[in-house]
């Protein structure tokens, strides 16, 4: 049981999904072409919740009605958010539209931060995902409304994490399943005709399931473990690795090089998400240590 309290438990749910989030990424577009990126984010929500929802049967659990309230604006925003990020990704480069998407949880972490320190691994992931940005090569190409898109799923992402910490309070699994539901409620009635292909198409319908696991049922699974367990604005800040794992997915699966300015980008990101992850260990056993001193008083 000692590993469920781990301090670095948060830290690894939220790599794991991280990685599963990019790998499901870069497969769903190859679903755009037929099913459009509203159908494809109809066909992975709803793949997500079906799975969550029988992993988890959430009726077990009684549901109190400001839970209730708090999963039910997680969902709406989870959906949204998204419903944005495939529409995104419908018209500009994955790794933009991941580096613009990160703004959102960037900003939440520089408002919600009070440490000194905290701002030089803040600075860090700014600075790696400054040199990540390919705007000096595709600034002329970038679909503008494909850039609305990605700007609109980075302020999803923000309210993500907080409603998805307000979510958490109760039962994680009940708030992750039940949300998901929720999410693919609210996105059904923007794809469901370009989804509805997919169900007379076994390859189609098989690559949608798993895009929906990778995507969605592994990924926010781990976060509600990780927003349970982790300050926001630590969380976010670990968040700035998945423009670097991005990266280095389609480097693996796509075959994309990277320059060298990537990899000093991706430097600077990993520095800013381990010096914060060794900031919550030493919070941690400070708090520890002020908890063992107030009960030896």
């Known amino acids: 049981m000692k590993i469920l309290t781990h301090p670095f ?38 793949v997500a919740a ?35 990020f495939y529409l995104a990704i419908a018209r500009i480069p994955l790794g933009v539209a991941i580096a613009i998407e990160f703004t959102g949880p960037l900003v939440l972490a520089i408002s919600a931060s009070r440490r000194a320190l905290d701002f030089v691994w803040i600075a860090f992931a700014i600075l790696g995902l400054g040199l990540l940005l390919p705007l000096h090569q595709y600034a002329a190409q970038l679909d503008p409304l494909g850039v609305v898109f990605a700007l609109g799923a980075a302020v999803c992402w923000a309210l993500y994490i907080i409603t998805g910490q307000r979510a958490g309070n109760g039962h994680g699994g009940q708030a992750t399943s039940v949300g998901m539901l929720v999410a693919a409620a609210v996105v059904f009635p923007f794809g469901a005709q370009e989804a509805s292909v997919a169900l007379f198409d076994p390859a189609l319908l098989l690559a949608g399931l798993g895009v929906g696991i990778l995507s969605s049922a592994i990924p926010y699974s781990l976060e509600m473990v990780a927003l349970k367990r ?52 030493t919070r941690q056993a400070q708090v520890r240590l002020h908890s063992e001193s107030a009960v030896s008083q």
């Open 230 to 281: 982790i300050p926001k604005h630590t969380f976010g800040i670990l968040l700035s690795l998945e423009p670097a794992v991005g990266a280095l997915v389609a480097w693996i699966i796509l075959h994309e090089m990277l320059t060298p300015l990537q990899w000093v980008a991706i430097v600077c990101i990993i520095v800013a998400s381990v010096g914060s992850t060794l900031g919550l260990k």
């Open 50 to 84: 079906l799975i969550l929802t029988a992993a988890w049967r959430p009726w077990r659990w009684k549901l109190a009605p400001q839970d209730a309230k708090a999963i039910g604006i997680y969902g709406v925003v989870l959906g949204v958010m998204n419903l944005f």
């Open 9 to 46: 438990l948060p830290v690894a749910a939220i790599l794991g999904s991280i990685i599963s989030l990019c790998i499901g990424a870069s497969f769903a577009k190859t679903l755009f072409p037929v099913v459009g990126a509203q159908g494809a984010t109809v066909i992975r929500l709803m």
